[in-house]
């Protein structure tokens, strides 16, 4: 059976990124190609680093929109 456990959640500091708008993005699943880009020009920490990153004709495996979302993570925390 699985072992399901609670973490602690994840905020900006506001203090850090300023006005929150600016860092928060739509469910990735309605975000079309033209608004992403816009998302990514709002703030070097916007969301949508994490839910939906860029993909790039020179992804690999072992560099990819999951690898650098994870790095964002890394990096912002």
Known sequence: MAVIKPF???RFNPEKV???NRV???P????SEKEQEELYGKHPC???????GRR????T???????RSAEDL???R
């Open 46 to 52: 916007n969301v949508i680093r994490l839910e939906l």
């Open 24 to 26: 928060m993005a739509p």
């Open 8 to 10: 602690r959640g994840l």
């Open 28 to 31: 990735y699943d309605i975000i």
């Open 61 to 67: 495996e072992q560099d990819n929109r999951y690898t």
């Open 18 to 20: 300023g006005d929150l």
């Open 74 to 76: 890394r990096q912002w």
């Open 56 to 59: 790039t004709s020179s992804d």
